[in-house]
Every structure is written in C-alpha cells, then in structure tokens.
C-alpha cells in the first residue's frame, strides 16, 4: 500500500508529447488520419515512438522489448511530459516484467490509455504515481473529420481537460440497479479483463486502502464476463471496495442465449452489497468517454439524481 501518490506535473502550451504504439499494431487508416491535429490544436508538440507504426506477429505492433523500449525512452526524456498510447488492443501485460518501474517514480510523467492499458495503469499504481485513463488517438481520430460530433467531442475535451489540470464534472443519469450511498477513496481498476488479469501478480491491486473500483470491458461473451465477476467476488474485491462503478459494457456476446444483459448479470453480483454502485457510467468503449485519474482520492456519490464522481 503506497502512502501518498506521486501527480505529474500537469501540460502547458508548448510542451511534448509522445505517443507509442504499447499494445496492437497501428492500422494504415488509423496511421493516415489526422490525429495529430487534436493535439496540436493544443497547442502541443507529437514526437512519434520509433517502432509506432511497425507490425509484428498476432496482435502486437511490435515485439515486446521493442514497445517497451519506446516507452522507456520517453518516460527518461525530459522534453516528454505525457506517454500517450495509440491504441489499445492486447499485448501490453507482456512488457510489464521488462520495464523499470522505478523510473516512473524517478521521472513522473501522465501516462495515457485505456482497454488493454489498463494492466499498465495496474503496474504504475504500484509505484505509488497517478495516471489517466481515458481516451487515445485510436478512440478519438474522427473528431478530426467530424469535430461536431457532440459525444466524441466530449471525449476529446475530457482528455483536453485531465492533461492541463482543469476541473472537471463527472456524472451519469440515474439507473435502475444503482445502489444509493456515499463513499471516499482511492480510484482504481479500467477494463475487468485486465484488471482481473493482474490478480495473482505483482500487479495486483488488492484494496487493501479504501477504494473506488471502476470496471468497463468490450466485445466479450457473456459467460466470461460472468467467470471474472465471479472470480473477483470470491477474492473478495467487492467486499472490499467502498464503491464500485460500472462503466461501459460494449457489444456484449451471447446475451441472447443467457436471456439478459450484461448489465442484468453484473447487477447479481452488485446487488448483494452494501456499497453505492453506479451503472451506465461513461467510461470505456463508447463515447463520451471521461478521461479520469486513477490513483487520486475521490468522493462518489449515488442517488436519486445519479451518480456523481469527485476528485479530491
């Protein structure tokens, strides 16, 4: 358990950026579009990884010590002030045992993504340093083509906003298996396949200080989102959390031959604490998508009205 978390400093105007490709390999649309004016629009600088556009064997954009080489570079340049994924995918986990996390506390810096990521955000945790999960370049391209697109505007601004330190209001419309309550902590977790991939490693998170924990997932079956609830029930993740948040659960598989939503399967498990609980919050696969800051202290509250997300 880390006693006070390390906040990078947050970006100004003029600084850099470096975007990696730390997971899937990077499409060749995804490659031509244009990204890179979302964040010049900022007024910020892009350095590209050196092995960003390359592509390896299965899923991965590059083999496992050439991403986390990418990374590394940039964590020790001082002219970088955030790590950016390009996209997420799979593979990241795969770099976590080559990676000198000690580092990150010597050089803090945001390091951003989601989806996969997250078994990075798990790792960097750890250390005892905030980061963001929240939108990359693979979620937000078309705003460059569609820059009137209101939800992916949204999403755009919300990064924007967690990179520059601006306040932010988080919030989510009522819902029917919400569960009202009040709680403080520490927020945690991103997408449940990756989180629950972290338990039994030197990554695992294991709540032992008061937690808020935060789950999404995409494109999974039924009956594996079911395994992983279960599996984190049995560990006792649930009981120990102060809060949870159900984020996106997107184009959920086989919900037809189990009768019922994801959301109506999860709310099983939820339903049986005696902690708030907030479903249909916007975070993961869809957009909006809220950039927040895991490691931060939070006030969560659920009522009547919804349910709302405070950083402390």
């Known amino acids: 358990m880390v006693d006070k978390y390390i906040r990078p400093d947050f970006l100004k105007a ?3 950026i470096g975007v990696v490709a730390f997971a899937s390999v990077v499409s060749q649309q995804q490659k031509l579009s244009r990204w890179r004016e979302i964040f010049e629009s900022w007024g ?25 080489s990418d990374f590394m570079k940039f964590l020790l340049d001082d002219e970088i002030k955030a790590i950016i994924s390009f996209r997420g995918g799979y593979g990241s986990m795969r770099t976590l045992s080559i990676m000198d996390f000690e580092q990150i506390k010597n050089h803090p810096k945001w390091i951003v993504g989601f989806s996969d990521i997250t078994a990075l955000h798990c790792a960097i945790q750890k250390c005892g340093v905030e980061s963001i999960l929240g939108s990359m370049p693979s979620t937000i391209l078309k705003f460059a083509e569609e820059p009137n697109n209101p939800d992916l505007a949204k999403s755009v601004e919300s990064l924007r906003c967690a990179l520059f330190g601006e306040e932010q209001k988080f919030d989510a419309k009522p819902h029917k298996y919400n569960r009202p309550g009040v709680a403080s902590g520490r927020l945690v977790g991103g997408n449940l396949t990756l989180f629950r991939s972290t338990v039994g490693t030197k990554y695992e998170n294991h709540l032992d200080e008061d937690s808020i924990l935060l789950l999404e997932d995409v494109d999974e079956v039924l009956y594996v989102i079911d395994r992983k609830m ?3 029930q049995e560990g006792g993740f649930f009981s120990r959390a102060k809060g949870i ?12 031959v189990w009768g019922c939503s994801a959301y109506d399967l999860i709310n099983d498990y939820m339903s049986k604490l ?8 916007s975070s993961g696969h869809e957009h909006p998508n ?9 006030k969560f509250v659920v009522d009547e009205e919804g349910s709302r997300l405070e950083f402390i």
């Open 290 to 298: 809220y950039s927040l800051y895991l490691g931060r202290e939070v």
């Open 14 to 16: 003029g600084d850099t």
């Open 230 to 232: 279960l599996s984190l």
């Open 44 to 68: 910020l600088k892009v350095k590209e990884s050196d092995h960003l556009y390359d592509s390896y064997v299965g899923e991965l954009s590059a083999p496992d010590k050439d991403r986390a």
């Open 274 to 281: 005696d902690i708030p609980v907030a479903f249909g919050f």
């Open 245 to 256: 948040i159900i984020g996106q659960f997107t184009d959920t598989q086989r919900e037809e």
